[in-house]
C-alpha cells in the first residue's frame, strides 16, 4: 500500500490557488477513478484507489499548510505505509510553472508544509513531488503570491503539469522512486 498526501489548504477560499496544487492534484487522481473523500481521523480526508496495480491511499491533510505536519503523522498512524511508500505533493515557488521535480529526500527548501511535515515525523527522508507555481519574476510577497488562483492561462498550463505528475506518480508506484526521479526531473 502506498500514502500520497496532497498538501494545501482547507476551504472554498483556497480551492483554486497557487498553495492547493497539492490537493488539486489528488483530487484529479481521484475524479478518474469516480473516488470521493472521506474522513479519517481528525485531520484528513482519504480515499483508497487502484493505480499501478498498487493500492493507493489519497489524502489531503485539514489542517492549515504551514501546519501539515501532524496530520501527515496521523495518517501514518492510521495507514500501514512505510516512509518510502509515503509521497508528499506541494507547490513550490522555487520552481518555474510547468516543471516538477521529485526527490527521495532533503531540506524543506523554505516551504513551510514540508517543513511542519519534516518536523513531525522527525526525518529528511521523506519522499515528495514538488510542482513548480511560479510564472515571471520572484514575487516579494510570497505568502501573497501563493494564497491567489491561477490566472486562466496558467490553468491550461497547469493541467499538462499534472497529466506529467499523474505519470511519475505512477512510475513511482510500479519501478520505485529512483525511476520516476530519471525519467521526469
Known amino acids: 500500500m502506498y500514502l500520497i498526501a496532497g498538501l494545501g489548504n482547507p476551504g472554498r477560499f483556497y480551492l483554486r490557488t497557487r498553495h492547493n496544487v497539492g490537493f488539486m492534484l489528488v483530487d484529479r487522481i481521484a475524479k478518474e477513478v469516480g473516488k470521493k473523500f472521506k474522513r479519517l481521523g481528525v485531520h484528513s480526508l482519504t480515499c483508497r484507489v487502484e493505480r499501478a496495480r498498487q493500492s493507493v491511499i489519497l489524502a489531503k491533510p485539514q489542517a492549515y499548510m504551514n501546519l501539515s505536519g501532524p496530520a501527515v503523522r496521523e495518517l501514518l498512524d492510521h495507514c500501514p505505509v512505510e516512509l518510502s511508500q509515503l509521497l508528499i505533493v506541494y507547490d513550490d515557488l522555487a520552481l518555474p510553472l510547468g516543471a516538477i521535480r521529485i526527490r527521495a529526500s532533503g531540506s524543506s527548501g523554505g516551504h513551510k508544509g514540508m517543513r511542519s511535515v519534516i ?39 497547469l493541467e499538462e503539469v499534472f497529466d506529467r505528475a499523474i505519470e511519475a506518480i505512477d512510475t513511482f508506484l510500479s519501478n520505485g522512486l529512483q525511476r520516476a526521479m530519471s525519467l521526469y526531473n
Request: no cysteine; proline share 5%; glycine share 8%.
Open 119 to 157: 518536523e513531525a515525523l522527525g526525518t529528511h527522508d521523506v519522499p515528495r513531488l514538488r510542482i513548480g507555481i511560479l510564472q515571471g519574476e520572484i514575487p516579494t510577497d510570497y505568502s501573497e503570491f501563493v494564497l491567489h488562483n491561477f490566472m486562466k492561462e496558467e490553468s491550461e498550463i
